[in-house]
T-cell receptor, first 115, second 112 residues
Framework: KAGVTQTPRYLIKTRGQQVTLSCSPISGHRSVSWYQQTPGQGLQFLFE???????NKGNFPGRFSGRQFSNSRSEMNVSTLELGDSALYLCASSGGQAGSGNTIYFGEGSWLTVV | QQPVQSPQAVILREGEDAVINCSSS?????VHWYRQKHGEAPVFLMI?????EQKGHDKISASFNEKKQQSSLYLTASQLSYSGTYFC?????????????FGQGTTLQVKP
């Protein structure tokens, strides 16, 4: 069973540009969540999508947005990039169904550098 | 709201044991443990649920003390492959929305 796949793995952008990151969840998983990881702030939750609907959102500005498609694949977008957006962006997938303790699996991440 | 992990870092020799703690000031529903090696994805280790049993596989196990809102990860007879940063992620309720609040991480280095 293939794991969570993220593309691109590495990218460099200039301040003010925008970026789109893509994530394919584990087959059968309908929940996709996104995290930002930086040395200073650690792992921080951005948002989560289930069946094309955003169910939960973290404390990030509106420049960070996402969407989910009918095949559960997800994209996140960051507009008007700032230097502080440089980070590892991790996508995670889980079943997302009601019940006890869905295991959350992470992808390899997309390393974004803003210059 | 962020759980606090202790210690921040630990250095071991192969074969030694280690305990990593994750404490929350809020009541928890679940604690998820991950290990991340530099430049790689966090790898799921185990999940502990409120009211659930202690978990474990191979030489790694974990417990969840609901009274203290603390989870502990036990690494016994450590191997070189155990090196990495360990994170606990917590949920206050059974939302199953993929939202975990992570601790700051504990860096473990196992030396030959």
């Amino acid at each position: 069973k293939a794991g969570v796949t993220q593309t691109p793995r590495y990218l460099i952008k200039t301040r003010g540009q925008q970026v789109t990151l893509s994530c394919s969840p584990i087959s059968g998983h309908r929940s996709v969540s996104w995290y930002q990881q930086t040395p200073g702030q650690g792992l921080q939750f951005l948002f989560e999508y289930f069946s094309e609907t955003q169910r939960n959102k973290g404390n990030f500005p509106g420049r960070f947005s996402g969407r989910q498609f009918s095949n559960s694949r997800s994209e996140m977008n960051v507009s008007t990039l700032e230097l502080g957006d440089s980070a590892l962006y991790l996508c995670a997938s889980s079943g997302g169904q009601a019940g006890s303790g869905n295991t959350i699996y992470f992808g390899e991440g997309s390393w974004l550098t803003v210059v | 709201q962020q759980p606090v992990q202790s210690p921040q870092a630990v250095i071991l020799r192969e074969g030694e044991d280690a305990v990593i703690n994750c404490s929350s000031s809020k009541a928890l529903y679940s604690v998820h443990w991950y290990r991340q090696k530099h430049g790689e994805a966090p790898v799921f280790l185990m999940i502990l649920l409120k009211g659930g049993e202690q978990k474990g596989h191979d030489k790694i196990s974990a417990s969840f003390n609901e009274k203290k809102q603390q989870s502990s990860l036990y690494l016994t007879a450590s191997q070189l492959s155990y090196s990495g940063t360990y994170f606990c992620g917590t949920e206050k309720q059974a939302s199953n929305t993929g939202k975990l609040i992570f601790g700051q991480g504990t860096t473990l280095q196992v030396k030959p």
